[in-house]
């Protein structure tokens, strides 16, 4: 999992200039040298806030099997990546895929503490 915030802190590692920036990204130079570090992300997750269209807000995490997005004024969404990766399939609230659908949503209220988001 790669994102553009782990852009800078690419290019400030490439020009020796590690150090002296402060940015929530990780550096994509081990992965640019075919070594993934142990401790790299399994995940990425995001917040988006459309006030503007109406009162909602998204929280999503996509892992390299699921994506789960909620919604704070609609319903929520969880597709299956390997197998539907243009989304088209809502899951759910499938009784089968619970356990997943749970997994990400404690993963998803854990970052928003996090962040401090609540």
């Known amino acids: ?10 290019l400030a590692e490439i020009t020796g200039q590690a150090e ?3 940015v929530d990204g ?11 570090p142990a401790d790299w992300r399994d995940a990425w997750i995001d917040n988006y806030d459309m006030t503007y269209l109406e009162e909602d807000s998204m929280r999503m995490i996509r892992t390299e099997d699921w994506k789960l997005v909620t919604h704070s004024a609609a319903g929520h969404e969880l597709f299956d990546m390997k197998n539907d990766p243009g989304e ?3 899951l759910y609230s499938r009784p089968d895929l619970e356990k997943v659908q749970r997994e990400l949503e404690a993963r998803l209220e854990e970052w928003t503490k996090e962040v401090g988001l609540e």
């Open 1 to 10: 999992m790669v994102a553009t915030i782990d852009v800078l802190p690419t």
């Open 26 to 36: 990780t550096s994509l130079l081990p992965l640019l040298r075919g070594k993934k």
């Open 88 to 90: 088209l399939q809502n």
């Open 20 to 22: 002296t920036v402060r």
